[in-house]
Nanobody
Framework: QVQLVESGGGLVQAGGSLRLSCAAS????????MGWFRQAPRKEREFVAA????????DYADSVKGRFTISRDNAKNTVYLQMNNLKPEDTAAYYC???????????????????WGQGTQVTVSS
């Protein structure tokens, strides 16, 4: 099982950009599908984006499509979330997650991921 550490969160004005990184430990990172989720106060954790093991397939929530880009560098054991044109409603704690190999590709369902990072806070001011 991989261990995950997110970084790159912060405070940004509406319309600005941030890039989140998720560094993974373990030699099997390249076999995992990866996802980004977010959770705002008093709301359920929601899907943001996912990428398959090779980076050849991605999936996005409608709310971020066209503004966010997920990517990965398997040589660096890292997955990224580039966030552009940020909006106040993007304010949340962002979590990366790993889906074990053998269960298919990407998923939007948190229970299908078995490893989670500690989260990084993104705050977008209006």
């Amino acid at each position: 099982q991989v261990q995950l550490v997110e970084s790159g969160g912060g405070l940004v004005q509406a319309g600005g950009s941030l890039r989140l990184s998720c560094a993974a430990s373990g030699r099997t990172f390249s076999s995992y599908a990866m996802g980004w989720f977010r959770q705002a106060p008093r709301k359920e954790r929601e899907f943001v984006a996912a990428i398959n093991w090779s980076g050849g397939r991605t999936d996005y929530a409608d709310s971020v499509k066209g503004r966010f880009t997920i990517s990965r560098d398997n040589a660096k054991n890292t997955v990224y979330l580039q966030m552009n044109n940020l909006k106040p409603e993007d304010t949340a704690a962002y979590y990366c997650a790993a889906r074990p190999p053998g269960y298919g590709g990407t998923s939007r369902r948190p229970p299908e991921y078995n490893a989670w990072g500690q989260g990084t806070q993104v705050t977008v001011s209006s």
